[in-house]
């Protein structure tokens, strides 16, 4: 390609694309998480589609103004794929990242060659292969090395560890970027010294700098639980694996591997890695070669982190769904009250979404391993002032649990420390899914039903629970602010639409107490009601619409505006706020995440 007739585009958004290619694997490892899909594969037919299916996605996405600034592959076992088709998947992600260097420049990202997982089996074999496209290698084994013959076996359940040390013999002589990757179970630390020590064999004796090195943690997995049975290994618990923490410490400062010890071995645990993200789903995607997209290696086979399919829907889509069944998965499991008081929340975001399913918890899996990381780079990883960690956990709350009430004031002693019911997270329990349940409530949150007119601009309406951003606007005397409303919600649980109202409530930020439980809440100014017959037909949104002029309403109270104080405009019908307020009496689960309004809203500023 000619990368000089290529012109520079503009992206909109960058992800990180983890390609798999096949999910078929030539090993039978224990603690595998991907379950029977690694040995039901299809490897021919995944042959005979990979490529295709990799062009189709990177053009799909740069059509869509979407750069991925990271193809890896991934598997099962990619090397199992025929060498031309590997050949040609690596051709195509270097002409990739030739065709978009300027933007993958502009954006801090220096790829220039493909990246692939693998199990170093048949390394040796493809070597010249790898050299041509200077592939970056991860190579994947088990430490300490007697429990990688054990554990690592061939799929008719032998070990092959002689051919894994010639192989890693190989690898420290390749000339390109390369690293080893070790996952750890409860059983790989019952002896850490024969881990240091293998540690030390790998470097000395092999010749590969295990400055190159990383560790990851074994979780639990229904789908490795169903295919290995009584098989499977222990995670490590939270106490193993500091205590490693401390044990490779003890043994590697102030040696040759005190670098990588410090910057490279336990980096998955920092927030460099997609586990650390506020929400991974916005730039993390995982493709397999039947078009299907899944959050990432961790979440394949599991419906619950299937985003879409790449030949079935737009691209847009597919990754405005994976944002959306993330913060669901991470809704589900609740904010852990630990984690609302953490200095180093906006570091961790409260972990891996997909061992919080898989665990069934809130907190991160390496939680306390974390804290170590943080407390031994206070530089690096500084907790927030408490100031600044309460409005950060506000944020947070407000984009990825809309649904919970937060505390406003400090947390209170752990004695007098609100309990909610421990089946709140319950998935039907969350509030997504109780208004997916309910027609009606459906309804009151839709955010596609009021759309405000401000001096010609559209602006739609969402609930102030469902937002993921907040806007705040300025009106100044004279301007025309017009309120649309689909006309169907007229009808919704009202009997005869004439009897409905548009239903307006306008709040002040100016606090108050009130009412049995004495909450501070906004102050309202006032509520106002127009009933059906008298809405006008919708001059901006077609005969589907109706609309109310509050120019006038909003200029006739102008008094009670404050500079510099927030108003909040809150919109629905009379028969919408009917059900909301019965809906709290009937659903506690309901009446708990909503204790704050929950219509669509308007916040401004009024300059008089």
Not at 515 to 526: L, S, Y
Not at 545 to 554: E, K, P, T, W
């Amino acid at each position: 390609m000619d990368t000089a007739a290529v012109p520079a585009r503009a992206f909109e958004r960058s992800i990180h694309l983890l390609y798999v290619p096949t999910l078929c694997c030539n090993l039978s490892c224990s603690y595998c998480y991907l379950g029977k899909q690694t040995s039901e594969a299809a490897l021919k037919r995944d042959a005979e589609r990979a490529v295709h299916t990799l062009r189709h996605t990177l053009d799909a996405l740069r059509d869509a103004g979407v750069l991925a600034f990271n193809v890896s592959l991934h598997g099962g076992e990619v090397t199992t794929l025929p060498p031309e088709v590997l050949d040609a998947l690596f051709g195509m992600i270097r002409a990739h990242y030739r065709e978009h260097f300027d933007a993958l420049n502009a954006l801090g990202h220096r790829k220039s060659a493909p990246h692939i997982k693998t199990n170093l089996f048949k390394f040796a074999p493809l070597y010249d292969l790898f050299d041509r496209h200077k592939v970056s290698i991860s190579a994947s084994i088990d430490l300490p090395l007697a429990l990688h013959e054990r554990h690592r076996t061939t799929r008719g359940g032998t070990g092959w560890l002689p051919r894994t040390l010639e192989n890693i013999r190989l690898l420290a002589r390749y000339p390109h970027a390369k690293k080893i990757s070790a996952t750890l179970s409860s059983e790989h630390l019952q002896d850490m010294q024969a881990l240091v020590d293998d540690i030390w064999f790998i470097h000395r004796e092999l010749g590969f700098d295990m400055n190159q090195f990383n560790l990851m943690f074994a979780f639990g997995s229904e789908l490795n639980r169903a295919a290995k049975g009584e098989a499977v290994l222990t995670p490590a618990t939270p106490e193993q694996q500091q205590r490693l923490y401390d044990t490779l410490h003890a043994a590697f400062r102030g040696t040759e591997l005190e670098e990588g010890l410090r910057r490279h071995w336990f980096d998955e645990f920092t927030p460099g890695y997609c586990t650390n993200a506020a929400n991974c789903g916005e730039r993390f995607y995982l493709l397999q070669s039947d078009g299907s997209v899944y959050s990432c290696v961790r979440g394949q086979g599991i419906p619950e982190f299937r985003y879409g399919n790449v030949f079935e829907q737009p691209i847009l889509d597919i990754l405005d769904n994976g944002a959306r069944q993330i913060r669901a998965v991470h809704q589900a499991h609740g904010f852990d009250s630990a984690c609302q008081g953490c200095g180093h929340l906006s570091t961790c975001h409260t972990g891996c979404p997909v061992v919080k399913h898989q665990n069934q918890s809130g907190r991160s899996y390496t939680c306390g391993l974390q804290k170590r990381i943080y407390a031994d780079a206070p530089l690096t990883y500084p907790a927030d002032p408490p100031d600044v960690q309460h409005d950060y956990a506000q944020q947070y709350q407000l984009a990825t649990h809309p649904g919970l009430a937060f505390a406003q004031t400090a947390p209170r002693p752990a004695a007098r420390r609100l309990v909610l019911p421990g089946d709140l997270g319950e998935e039907k329990n969350t509030l997504p899914a109780l208004i997916e349940a309910d027609a009606v409530l459906r309804a009151v949150f839709d955010g596609s039903a009021f759309v405000l007119e401000l001096n010609g601009e559209a602006i739609a309406l969402e609930s102030q629970l469902l937002k993921t951003q907040r806007s705040v606007h300025t009106l100044v005397p004279g301007d025309r602010v017009v309120l649309h409303l689909r006309r169907d919600l007229l009808a919704q649980n009202c009997p005869e639409a004439v009897r409905n109202t548009v239903y307006l409530q306008m709040l002040r930020d100016t606090p108050v107490v009130y009412g049995d439980e004495q909450r501070t809440k906004q102050a309202h100014v006032f509520t106002y009601q127009l009933y059906a017959d008298f809405l006008q037909p919708s001059a901006l949104l077609g005969e589907a619409f109706a609309q109310v002029d509050l120019s006038g309403l909003i200029e006739l109270h102008r008094a009670h505006y404050q500079r510099g104080v927030l108003n909040n405009l809150f919109v629905t019908t009379f028969f919408l706020r009917e059900h909301h307020y019965q809906k709290q009496k009937a659903n506690a689960f309901y009446h708990v995440q909503t204790a704050n309004l929950p219509f669509q809203n308007f916040e401004f500023h009024y300059l008089p």
